[in-house]
């Protein structure tokens, strides 16, 4: 069975920049695994921030971005800000289903 | 703004059934997908069961199949989810879901709005 992968953790600084990926424990990911990308703050349900690879959702702000690095989905967060301090979730649109990633927990620090 | 509010959930021993409800106000609720899904205490986000617009069409998670109903009232803009024959395992926060499209595990989908959750616990 095919598994969503993420990096466990990831680190930023404020101001800084960082690249989070999505692949697949076999193969590519492609614009027809249509990625979609979900932020989850402590406590809270999650929130929509990119479907389609690179369509914002309603309301994101522009220092999220999604597209494709190497043979992953990516979301890069610019300019990170103290409340983008979260669980990140990216989705994948396999012949199983939507499958969900395991989450990457990014600290900003 | 879209709104989606659970409810249902609860305490209830192992075997036993509950069945979750979720009310969608402020878009037109047949004419988009739904889902159910759920985060266990500490942990990542399933996608347990997916239902069409019109009602017709369903999709389970390999972990749920069998146990679950997924099913909607359009005419009451009401999600619901019949959990049966519940195992420890079922423990968590189960999330009501407005999808971006219309059909069950459509191409160029994404869980769009997010209800808050509601909490189910299986334990003797």
């Known amino acids: 069975q095919t598994v969503v992968t993420q990096e466990p953790s990831l680190s930023v600084s404020p101001g800084g920049t960082v690249t989070l990926t999505c692949g697949l424990s076999?193969?590519?990911?492609?614009?027809?695994?249509?990625p979609s990308w979900y932020q989850q703050t402590p406590g809270q349900a999650p929130r929509t921030l990119i479907y389609?690879?690179?369509t914002r959702s309603s309301g994101v702000p522009d220092r999220f971005s999604g597209s494709f690095l190497g043979n992953k989905a990516a979301l890069t967060i610019t300019g990170a800000q103290a409340d983008d301090e979260s669980d990140y979730y990216c989705v994948l649109y396999l012949t199983s289903g939507m499958i969900f990633g395991g989450g990457t927990k990014l600290t900003v620090l | 703004e879209v709104q989606l509010v659970e409810s249902g959930g609860g305490l209830v021993q192992p075997g036993g059934s509950l069945r979750l409800s979720c009310v969608a106000s402020r878009f037109t609720f047949s004419s988009y997908a739904m889902s159910w899904v759920r985060q266990a205490p500490g942990k990542g986000l399933e996608c347990v069961s997916m239902i069409s617009g019109t009602g017709r069409s369903t999709h389970y998670a390999d972990s749920v199949k069998g146990r679950f109903t997924i099913s909607r009232d359009n005419s009451k803009n009401t999600l619901y989810l019949q959990m049966d024959t519940l195992r420890a395992e079922d423990t968590a926060r189960y999330y009501c879901v407005k999808q971006l499209t219309m059909i069950v595990v459509a191409p160029g989908d994404a869980f769009d709005i997010w209800g808050q959750g509601t909490m189910v616990s299986v334990s003797p």
């Open positions: 389609s690879s690179n």
């Open positions: 076999s193969g590519s990911v492609s614009t027809s695994n249509y």
